[in-house]
């Protein structure tokens, strides 16, 4: 007889309702909140998932803050190529296993504009290798480091 009272089911409708709203606000009020990069401090890149598997190309990130890497042919030889959202003022990259600490190398303006950089490769690293990779955009610091998955040839029926 509970579900009868117009009361008791009014309540059931609106009680989830209120506590979903409640939650979204609570977050909004206490959450941490973007705040722009601040010059002379260093932000950290996340490695996003097309790094993880054949793809061509490798994207990381931090919030409006974008990279890409992709291997292209160029007149020395395969490329490591990085695009950004930003006016980089340098970048300097390693490619070494894990727990060597290889020197990082210069990367090269190719655009102009500091949107997009270089660097030659003497062949394609190994799968167990990874790319380690510091950016320098407005007086920030941006390091990451990712798979080198996306640079190995795609096999099998879907890489047709």
């Known amino acids: 007889m509970m579900f009868t009272n117009k009361h008791v089911i009014v309540a059931?409708?609106?009680?989830?309702?209120?506590?979903?709203?409640?939650?979204?606000?609570?977050?909004?009020?206490?959450?941490?909140?973007?705040?722009?990069?601040?010059?002379?401090?260093?932000?950290?890149?996340?490695?996003?998932?097309?790094?993880?598997?054949?793809?061509?190309?490798?994207?990381?990130e931090n919030g409006d803050f974008k990279l890409r890497l992709s291997m292209q042919d160029g007149p020395a030889g395969q490329q490591l190529v990085l695009s950004s959202s930003h006016r980089l003022e340098g970048a300097v990259l390693s490619v070494s296993e894990p727990e060597n600490d290889t020197?990082?190398?210069?990367?090269?303006?190719?655009?102009?504009?500091?949107?997009?950089?270089?660097?030659?490769?003497?062949?394609?690293?190994?799968?167990?290798?990874?790319?380690?990779?510091?950016?320098?955009?407005?007086?920030?610091?941006?390091?990451?480091d990712a798979s080198i998955t996306f640079m190995q040839p795609q096999d099998g029926p879907l890489s047709r």
Do not use: H
């Open 12 to 60: 059931m409708i609106v009680a989830p309702i209120l506590s979903i709203l409640a939650w979204i606000a609570v977050g909004s009020f206490t959450g941490e909140q973007a705040a722009p990069a601040q010059a002379g401090q260093s932000y950290p890149l996340v490695e996003k998932s097309n790094c993880r598997y054949p793809s061509g190309s490798c994207d990381l």
């Open 103 to 144: 020197p990082p190398s210069g990367m090269r303006a190719t655009d102009g504009r500091g949107l997009e950089w270089s660097i030659a490769l003497g062949a394609t690293p190994s799968g167990e290798e990874r790319i380690r990779l510091v950016a320098r955009a407005a007086g920030s610091s941006y390091f990451g």
